[in-house]
């Protein structure tokens, strides 16, 4: 599986230091304030239980599982839940946890979803962002690192349901595309 991968772009020690950063920094900006933390699942499964372990005070944990709408290639901008939350949202402060932020299609619906739901705030973390490819007007609150224009797995990335158990993020080679 290693073999497979071009370039590494961020180590497990890269992620690690990161997560400790984010965390401190969410653990001054939510004290007191009780959030519900939110993994959009799959993707963000392994950045989620290393951010939470930095949250140093009151925090619930929920889990979402959403797939966009489209032909396969493209979304349509429309996403489907697969699995809601188990506790209702309003009036309360809401911490998305996301892997990646590529074309933005998918935060904006979930974002629009829980202002629906009436909401005291939402806030958005996500691992990886890519304003590159970016269609939606959605700007992540606190960011682990920038991304180039590539298709990045590891981390809780998949290329086709594989590589999400690598520690680190990488690209992929070319003729791993090809072949498949
Ligand atoms: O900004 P966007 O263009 O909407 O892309 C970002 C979304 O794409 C990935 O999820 P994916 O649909 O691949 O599902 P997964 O997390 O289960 O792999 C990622 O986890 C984000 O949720
Ligand atoms: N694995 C993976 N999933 C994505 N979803 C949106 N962008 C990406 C990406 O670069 N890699």
Do not use: W
């Amino acid at each position: 599986m290693n073999n497979d991968i071009k370039e590494v772009l961020y180590s497990k020690e890269d992620i690690k230091d990161i997560a400790q950063k984010i965390g401190s920094q969410l653990t001054k900006d939510y004290a007191g304030k009780n959030p519900l933390v939110i993994c959009v699942l799959k993707g963000a499964f392994l950045f989620m239980a290393d951010i939470v372990r930095e949250i140093k005070t009151y925090a619930e944990i929920d889990f979402m599982d959403v797939s966009s709408y489209g032909d396969g290639t493209e979304s349509t901008g429309e996403i489907k839940i697969i699995k809601d939350l188990d506790v209702p949202v309003e009036g309360r402060n809401i911490l998305i946890i996301e892997d990646i932020i590529d074309t933005g299609r998918t935060l904006s619906c979930l974002v629009d979803l829980f202002q629906h739901r009436k909401v005291a705030s939402v806030k958005i973390c996500t691992l990886l962002n890519k304003p590159e490819r970016r269609i939606k007007g959605i700007e992540p609150d606190y960011v682990g690192f920038k991304v180039p224009n590539e298709f990045v797995v590891g981390y809780g990335l998949d290329y086709k349901g594989f590589y999400r158990n690598l520690p680190y993020v990488g690209v992929l080679k070319p003729e791993v595309y090809e072949n498949n």
